[in-house]
């Protein structure tokens, strides 16, 4: 019975002390206090060491230092997330790349993708290309205005052959209404808006919101 009750105990107390304190954290406070209580009951016929007391008096100074550190670099982060918000509300308008004019093939499947034409369209072609550069898919491109167009891409090259998944590129070269040539390629539009959603920041490339961090340049 004995066993039983400090076993019960044991566990009430582990419980209790997990529930106060439950990262094992000893704040500035708890180890002023601790300090404090083991003066108070210390053996008067035998007080504490003095090199002893000014070893814990520099923790706590240590302890303390960095707690505020810590404050300090949380205001700094919440500042630099301020920061990046307002920097993101600046880009509308300008053009954004995500860094690679890549699509994803699944395996028997078609995909689909939008490129951005900054000028009107009077005749051209995209072109889908595989990782070795090979082009494997021309799509013609009819006159039409500038602007975000979309296409939808049933996976097969031009020979009508369903092609393995992968990464895919596309890129598109055509003559503007002033037969002057140009170029286009998926991955790279204009940011038309920016979404603030909690702590995230998304923007919005055609018809879709990205996430500020998949951004790899403004211009």
Do not use: C
């Not at 690679?100 to 051209?124: P, R």
């Not at 503007?176 to 603030?196: C, H, K, W």
Request: charged fraction near 20%; charge should be negative.
């Amino acid at each position: 019975m004995t066993t039983d009750t400090v076993s019960s105990t044991t566990t009430s107390t582990t419980s209790d002390y997990t529930a106060t304190n439950p990262n094992a954290e000893l704040d500035k406070d708890a180890f002023l206090m601790l300090l404090l209580t083991e003066l108070q009951y210390q053996d008067p016929t035998d007080p504490m060491d003095s090199d002893k007391m000014l070893t814990q008096t520099s923790q706590l100074a240590t302890l303390e230092t960095q707690e505020n550190t810590n404050a300090v670099m949380e205001q700094l982060a919440n500042q630099l997330e301020s920061t990046m918000n307002m920097y993101s509300l600046s880009a509308i308008g300008k053009m954004a790349s995500v860094g690679s004019n890549a699509i994803v093939l699944e395996e028997d499947s078609s995909t689909s993708f939008e490129v951005y034409f900054e000028k009107a369209i009077k005749s051209g072609n995209l072109y889908i290309k595989d990782v070795n550069g090979n082009t494997v898919r021309t799509v013609p491109l009819e006159a039409s205005d500038a602007g975000i167009h979309a296409f939808e891409w049933d996976g097969t090259d031009d020979s009508g052959n369903q092609l393995s998944a992968g990464y895919y590129s596309v890129t598109a070269e055509y003559l503007d209404t002033d037969l002057n040539q140009q170029t286009a390629q998926f991955g790279v539009y204009p940011v038309e808006s920016v979404r603030m959603d909690g702590t995230d920041t998304y923007v919005k490339l055609g018809s879709s919101y990205v996430p500020l961090e998949y951004i790899v340049e403004f211009y």
